[in-house]
């Protein structure tokens, strides 16, 4: 739902454009004027096209998670206070009505992508197997954009050993050979060791991981180039709740914020470091055959 957030500011910036730049493209079908627009009408519209360029240009361009979430409900609140004021405020009944609608739909479409977004945290409920018997997993996504680059970022992340310097409740981790890791964390008070494979490292781009034992979960971190010096590191984690954290109502909810703080500390961990990594394996490991 990201991406669509992205596709309507892209949309909203564009018109907020047209109507600094033409702003009888917003006075024209509200029939502000019997006449010639006047100038003050004209600069209104001109500064409402501003308004709408510049949170078009947030949405489209903000950082996945919170930055993006307040940029599409500033525009929904927007939209509902061009509502009222169109509804006080024109004459003719048919414009009014056509502009309230117009404002209320483009609102309400802002509003199911912020809905769908939901601070930019996915999870979906899964069914799969394990050992014969079916787990629920729930999918975590969650981004953040770290001020170094690309190859910084990617490096730091096959440095498994390094995780538990960021990550909460994760005590050791040890690279047992080129692909296979044991793990020894601590959630909500439990402690549990799994061992883990690394299925597939393409420098620069994605590191992934699934457990082979233990609590069910599997793992995927992209990079992508935001700039020459800043890269966007998203995680999603395929997890069971219930194999993680026992005897609490909220387990999800639980594992979701870690996650996210995972991802901050990760981001201030690296730059406190002004970028440099503390180690790297450029090697490759190739996504197993399907089958």
């Known amino acids: 739902m990201i991406r669509i957030s992205r596709i309507l500011g892209m949309l909203t910036a564009a018109y907020g454009a047209a109507v600094v730049v033409r702003p009888s493209v917003l006075t024209g079908p509200l029939h502000l004027s019997d006449g010639p627009v006047s100038r003050p009408v004209r600069l209104l ?65 802002c509003g199911a992508s912020l809905l769908g977004n939901r601070n930019s945290r996915q999870a979906r409920q899964v069914t799969r197997t394990t050992e014969g018997k079916p787990v629920s997993t729930s999918t975590i996504t969650e981004s953040v954009d770290v001020k170094v680059t690309v190859p910084a970022a990617y490096n730091q992340w096959t440095q498994f050993e390094s995780f538990p310097r960021f990550m909460d409740g994760v005590e050791e981790i040890r690279q047992l050979d080129a692909t296979h890791t044991h793990w020894k964390i601590s959630v909500a008070g439990m402690t549990k060791e799994f061992d883990a494979t690394i299925t597939e490292q393409n420098p620069d781009e994605r590191v992934a991981w699934r457990s082979d034992s233990g609590p069910t979960h599997a793992g995927v971190i992209t990079f992508h180039r935001i700039d020459d010096e800043t890269t966007r590191v998203t995680a999603q984690m395929d997890i069971d709740p219930d194999g993680f954290v026992e005897n609490v109502a909220d387990k999800l909810g639980i594992l979701d914020r870690k996650v996210k703080g995972d991802m901050e500390r990760f981001k201030t961990f690296i730059e406190n470091r002004d970028g440099r990594e503390t180690g790297a394996w450029r090697g490759h490991v190739d996504r197993p055959a399907q089958h």
């Open 45 to 109: 519209a001109m500064a409402m096209g501003a308004r709408d360029l510049a949170i078009g240009t947030a949405m489209a361009a903000a950082p996945a998670g919170r930055p993006t979430t307040v940029a599409v409900a500033t525009r929904v609140a927007v939209d509902v206070s061009d509502a009222v004021v169109f509804g006080t405020g024109l004459r003719e009944r048919d414009t009014k009505l056509k502009a309230v609608a117009a404002a209320l739909a483009w609102g309400a479409l």
